[in-house]
């Protein structure tokens, strides 16, 4: 039975350099929505960002949101699990 169904998509940086494995490329943002109607973004790689955070801790609030899903869903997923397992999260149990 499926109990949460989470929503995800990452922004990064624009073609022709966009893949994780291309030298060029960063990731920009990460966010989420569940079908409570909770949304969380993650931004990295900002200069504007006022406060600068830990990267370890974004990947962890991130990973922690994915260890809570049963299904993740999104438009062009296998680009966004691309870049999201090139950062570190992994995938134990979610369907997709």
Request: aromatic content about 8%; cysteine-free.
């Amino acid at each position: 039975m499926i109990k949460r169904v989470l929503a995800v998509d990452v922004e990064t940086t624009k073609a022709p350099v966009l893949h994780p494995w291309q030298k060029e490329a960063a990731l920009v943002a990460v966010g989420i929505a569940d079908l409570e109607g909770r949304t969380k973004t993650w931004l990295f790689n900002h200069n504007d960002l006022k406060q600068k955070v830990s990267q370890r801790k974004l990947i962890a609030e991130i990973q922690e949101e994915i260890d809570g899903a049963d299904l993740l869903v999104g438009h062009n997923l296998k680009f966004d699990l691309n870049w999201l397992r090139f950062i570190g999260i992994k995938f134990t149990h979610q369907r997709f």
